[in-house]
């Protein structure tokens, strides 16, 4: 078990950019989240997927922010002409939750990617 | 709406000294799920404990309890004789139930326990 797994740790760029990063969950997870973290505020929701359907976005997810999660393994998230607002730890996690039963299991949380917008 | 307060911000102890991290909870429905966990310096979440909302015992695990309280919407969490490598922030969250588990966290504690 390798835990979940999150590329780049640091990511600086400059406004107006667009950014990518990657999560590579649990290798049995059916379940990826993003969330987005910052500094002295608990993580805040932001997508979900189970396996490679997207089942829900927060109305915190602009426009230039997408996710995808083509192959129901791996995840990407990215973000278009980025904002200064858009600085934040970004998060993944991932579980492993029963298809067709309401279940509130526990998630598992990579290290997140920092990233700062100058 | 859902909302998870924790009141306390930063809290400061001596090794061994027991502490009580405090969680309010607001939900409407009758169906949740209360969690806590863990942020180390390195930052991933580490889960620690669920409860579901319709079971209120208390629970023991090693140095760890927690105290859930429904009538007054609580779910505190103690350490008993804290260690230096309990520094680290606390968060609570709260899930409705769902065919996720999208939590909802409160800003969280920082505990620091010094030797």
């Known amino acids: 078990d390798t835990g979940v797994s999150q590329d780049p740790r640091h990511k600086i760029t400059k406004r107006g950019q667009n950014v990518t990063f990657r999560c590579d969950p649990i290798?049995?997870?059916?379940?990826l989240y993003w969330y987005r973290q910052t500094l002295g505020q608990g993580p805040e929701f932001l997508t979900y997927?189970?396996?490679?359907?997207?089942?829900?976005k927060s109305r915190l997810l602009s426009d230039r922010f997408s996710a995808e999660r083509p192959k129901g393994s791996f995840s990407t998230l990215e973000i278009q002409r980025t904002e200064q607002g858009d600085s934040a730890m970004y998060l993944c996690?991932?579980?492993?939750?029963?298809?067709?039963?309401?279940?509130?299991?526990?998630?598992?949380f990579g290290s997140g990617t920092q990233l700062s917008v100058l | 709406a859902q909302k998870v307060t924790q009141a306390q911000t930063e809290i400061s102890v001596v090794e061994k000294e027991d502490v009580t991290l405090d969680c309010v909870y607001e939900?409407?429905?009758?169906?949740?799920?209360l969690f806590w966990y863990k942020q180390p310096p390195s930052g991933e979440l580490v889960f620690l404990i669920r409860?579901?909302?319709?079971?209120?015992q208390n629970e023991i695990s090693g140095r760890y309890s927690w105290n859930f309280q429904k009538s007054t919407s609580s779910f505190n969490f103690t350490i008993t004789a804290s260690q230096v490598v309990d520094s680290a922030v606390y968060f609570c969250?709260?899930?409705?139930?769902?065919?996720?588990?999208?939590?909802?966290f409160g800003a969280g504690t920082i505990l620091r326990v010094k030797s």
């Open positions: 996690a991932s579980s492993l939750g029963a298809v067709s039963q309401a279940t509130n299991e526990k998630l598992f």
């Open positions: 290798s049995e997870h059916n379940r």
């Open positions: 997927f189970q396996n490679e359907a997207q089942l829900e």
């Open positions: 939900t409407r429905d009758t169906t949740y799920y």
């Open positions: 409860r579901n909302s319709f079971d209120e």
């Open positions: 969250a709260l899930s409705e139930r769902g065919y996720g588990n999208k939590l909802v």
